[in-house]
C-alpha cells in the first residue's frame, strides 16, 4: 500500500484545529464585547470568565494533547514505509471521532457524549500504537 496515504488523515485533523482555534477567539471576543471578561484577565489567566470561553479555550488546548500523537503515530508509519488498511482504518477513524468530539464540545457540550467520544479517539489511537508496536517487534 503506498505510505502517502497515511499522510492525507493529518490535514483534517490540522483544519479541525484551525476551526477549534478561531472558534476560540469568537468565544473570547464575545466575552469582551460582553465585559464578561477584561483583557486583564489573559495576563495571568486569573479571576472570573465566562464558562462558555473557559470551555472554548479547554477545547483548544486539547488539540496539542492527543493529536500529537495521532501526528506522530502516522509519520513514523509513513517513515517506515509499512502503511496497512488496518492504519488506514484507524486513522481515518481517529479523524471521524475527533470531528465529532469537536462538534458536540462546540456546540451542546453534552459531558457523555463527548465523553464517549474522547474515549472513542483515545482507543482508536491506542489500537494503532499496539499496532505499530506489533509491526516493529
Known amino acids: 500500500m503506498d505510505s502517502i496515504l497515511i499522510i492525507y488523515p493529518i490535514f483534517p485533523v490540522i483544519l479541525l484545529n484551525f476551526i477549534v ?11 469582551i464585547r460582553t465585559r464578561e471578561v477584561r483583557y486583564r484577565w489573559f495576563r495571568a489567566y486569573q479571576g472570573s470568565a465566562p464558562e462558555y470561553m473557559l470551555v ?9 494533547e492527543l493529536p500529537i500523537l495521532f501526528y506522530v503515530l502516522c509519520i513514523v508509519l509513513y517513515v517506515t514505509d ?22 458536540i464540545r462546540m ?29 516493529i517487534l
Open 56 to 64: 472554548a479555550r479547554h477545547h483548544y488546548k486539547n488539540y496539542f
Open 107 to 135: 456546540t451542546s457540550n453534552h459531558v457523555p457524549y463527548r465523553a464517549y467520544t474522547f474515549y472513542g479517539c483515545a482507543l482508536v489511537l491506542f489500537c494503532g500504537w499496539i499496532s505499530l508496536a506489533i509491526k
Open 21 to 31: 482555534m478561531v472558534h476560540m477567539r469568537v468565544m473570547i471576543q464575545k466575552a
Open 82 to 103: 509499512d502503511v496497512s488498511a488496518i492504519d488506514l482504518w484507524i486513522a481515518w477513524l481517529f479523524v471521524i471521532f475527533k470531528a465529532v468530539h469537536s462538534c
